[in-house]
T-cell receptor
Framework: DTAVSQTPKYLVTQMGNDKSIKCEQNLGHDTMYWYKQDSKKFLKIMFS???????INETVPNRFSPKSPDKAHLNLHINSLELGDSAVYFC????????????FGPGTRLTVL | AQRVTQPEKLLSVFKGAPVELKCNYS??????LFWYVQYSRQRLQLLLR??SRESIKGFTADLNKGETSFHLKKPFAQEEDSAMYYC?????????????FGQGTILTVHP
């Protein structure tokens, strides 16, 4: 059973397009996250949701919009993709925001051409 | 502002040699620090946290508030320790707080 799954695993698209990445967890966690890992492997939090409510919103362009339809899902929609958006995006979940229980997804490698 | 620094991007050692991955932090509050590991083709996972003071896979890390460091150590490295290691600091509380990661260190253990 996959605990935190992301789709797609790879995404190649043109500049200016709009794309979405989906994340689902079946751990019963109430908190979910999106992280971005850039080409230098630097890992930075983007958003965090608890029970569908936004609790962390880092300085991210408003082209990025997270959506949490329920506490088991946190999707990331990106408008007007730019070259600099190319990265690996990791979803994660945890119980009550505790990093001890934080479980990461396998990542989605986004390439913008 | 909080910051985590891992000064070594790459670290290579031979099997059986001691290894130390350096981590320094900057934070005005009481820090809670973690080490995460990402093995090849696997997901990022928690290795250890300073509060537990435990040894995981032979690794230990001691929080030194005077030097603002949380270095990860292992006395005898194994080939299976080769991975990317991230040091992380939680701010804003341990519940719903934010994890700030260092730049990561790629450890390669040669046979």
């Amino acid at each position: 059973d996959t605990a935190v799954s992301q789709t797609p695993k790879y995404l190649v698209t043109q500049m200016g397009n709009d794309k979405s990445i989906k994340c689902e967890q079946n751990l019963g966690h109430d908190t979910m996250y999106w992280y971005k890992q850039d080409s230098k492997k630097f890992l930075k939090i983007m958003f965090s949701y608890n029970n569908k409510e936004l609790i962390i919103n880092e300085t991210v362009p408003n082209r990025f919009s997270p959506k949490s339809p329920d506490k088991a899902h946190l999707n990331l929609h990106i408008n007007s993709l730019e070259l600099g958006d190319s990265a690996v995006y990791f979803c994660a979940s945890s119980l009550s925001g505790s990093p001890d229980t934080q479980y990461f997804g396998p990542g989605t490698r986004l390439t913008v051409l | 502002a909080q910051r985590v620094t891992q000064p070594e991007k790459l670290l290579s050692v031979f099997k059986g040699a001691p290894v130390e991955l350096k981590c320094n932090y900057s934070y005005s509050g009481s820090p809670e620090l973690f080490w995460y590991v990402q093995y090849s083709r696997q997901r990022l996972q928690l290795l250890l946290r300073h509060i537990s003071r435990e040894s995981i896979k032979g690794f230990t890390a001691d929080l030194n508030k005077g030097e603002t460091s949380f270095h990860l150590k292992k006395p005898f490295a194994q080939e299976e320790d080769s991975a990317m290691y991230y040091c992380a600091l939680i701010t804003g509380g341990t519940s719903y707080g934010k994890l700030t990661f260092g730049q990561g260190t790629i450890l390669t253990v040669h046979p």
